[in-house]
């Protein structure tokens, strides 16, 4: 089926089905912006679908009405009962292009499974520039099969290419964008969603938006509460998000004396909401690529504390519309809270800057069209390519197995 589709004019192909893979769809940065980049997309040129390896998760479920989605492929790393399934998978829905999000399994079996199944477009968006997206060698070994590795940011592509090594015509940069329109302050929101938590009007509120995860380093975010809370007695945090620390997240805010000063909100669908209830956000993360809850935060009118990793440098002037510490130290992320929490007219003037400068810099529109004409640009080169050898004589092809191309796992 899926040679049938390369052989028709490219005219005559319909929208180009894109099949998206994740693991799981918590409610995370990366996830949230492939929710964004599906509803997004083109529908005359493309026809958008979701895989998730293991389950849909939180913003799968949201998809489900939107796209086709297809989940609980993969019951363990190990379960090699993926390769058929997938394999399967792409014949059946005639997919044009496969990407992945992110490192790990779904980066692995996503690549080699489409490549086996003759996907014409293989690339890989890359999020972080460590764990959990750290390259390892199974994943290193599909390069040669890959057409594309995403960058987030100028700094993140660099990162691709003179630390993981990959060939530097096959990493492209796609700047994360956000929607400008939908993250804005929200007075009504603000009231609505301080009434739903028991918080009042006049109380300072920092919060954070990051799935519970060991590298977004909440016990910093924690740690640096309570330096906060004894300077601000009457100020109040916000956590937004859940996974697999949540319970040592717990623990750690019962043992800091922080339970009545510390909401954990869990998985929330109204991040927009949730933002502008807050009056400074803080991430804490170990490392970053180009993380878009701090785009959403300063979209929303907030200043922002974050570390000097990634691209963070390029979206926060120090001083004017957030704060720069060095990753992982107590001290300086504390004294920043601080500074913020204390001072309103302060968090007011950074905040009409933070919002202008989200617009500046990171554009939905970009992302999408980045994603657009990366897609479509790939699969006409090997259309092209594909006629040019079909319109040769016979005795001057010359064929190299594509096995030969690749290391067997």
């Known amino acids: ?52 390896l293991k389950e849909l998760g939180p913003l799968g479920e949201e998809m489900k ?54 996907v014409p477009v293989i690339a890989s968006a890359i999020h972080s520039t460590g764990w959990p997206d750290s390259i390892n060698w199974l994943n290193r070994q599909l390069t040669p099969v890959t057409d594309r590795f995403i960058g987030v940011a100028a700094p993140h592509g660099k ?16 700047p994360n964008g956000i929607d400008t329109d939908r993250f804005v ?3 009504a929101a603000r009231t609505r969603i301080r009434h739903e938590l028991g918080i009042a009007g006049q109380v300072a509120v920092c919060g954070i938006v990051a799935a519970l995860r060991p590298e977004k380093d909440h016990a910093l975010f924690l740690n640096a509460a309570a330096r906060v809370r004894q300077q601000c007695p009457s100020s109040h945090f916000l956590i937004v998000g859940d996974g697999p620390e949540r319970t040592a997240i717990e623990r750690l805010r019962s043992e800091l004396g922080l339970e009545d000063c510390v909401t954990l909100t869990g998985s929330r669908s ?20 180009s993380p878009v809850s701090i785009l ?47 001072d309103s007219s302060r968090r007011s003037e ?8 989200a617009k500046q810099y990171g554009s939905l529109e970009t992302m999408v069209a980045g994603y657009q004409d990366l897609i479509a640009g790939i699969y006409r080169q090997k259309i092209q390519a594909a006629s040019n050898v079909a319109r040769q004589p016979v005795t001057q092809r010359v064929f190299v197995p594509q096995t030969s191309k690749i290391k067997t796992p």
């Open 1 to 52: 089926m899926l040679r049938q589709r390369m052989n028709l004019p490219l005219e005559s192909r319909g929208p180009l089905r894109t099949m998206f893979m994740m693991t799981s769809m918590p409610v995370g940065g990366a996830e949230t912006l492939l929710v964004n980049l599906i509803r997004r997309l083109d529908r005359d040129r493309f026809a958008p679908e979701l895989c998730c």
């Open 65 to 118: 009405d939107e796209s086709p989605t297809f989940h609980h492929l993969l019951s363990g790393k190990y379960d090699l009962r993926v390769v058929p399934r997938l394999i399967e998978l792409f014949r059946l829905r005639e997919i044009d292009a496969v990407v992945t999000v992110g490192a790990g399994d779904k980066m692995f079996w996503g690549r080699l499974c489409a490549w086996l199944a003759g």
């Open 159 to 174: 990162h691709l290419i003179e630390v993981e090594g990959f060939p530097p015509e096959k990493v492209t940069v796609i």
């Open 185 to 187: 302050p929200n007075k």
């Open 270 to 289: 109204d991040i927009p909401d949730l933002l502008a209830a807050m009056d400074c956000f803080a991430l804490t993360s170990k490392n970053e690529a």
């Open 296 to 342: 959403e935060a300063m979209s929303t009118g907030l200043p922002v504390v974050a570390p000097r990793v990634g691209s963070i440098p390029d979206a926060i002037d120090d001083k004017v519309n957030g704060i720069l510490v060095e990753a992982s130290n107590l001290d300086q992320t504390a004294e920043a809270m601080i500074e913020l929490m204390q």
């Open 350 to 357: 950074m905040g009409k800057a933070a919002r202008e400068k």
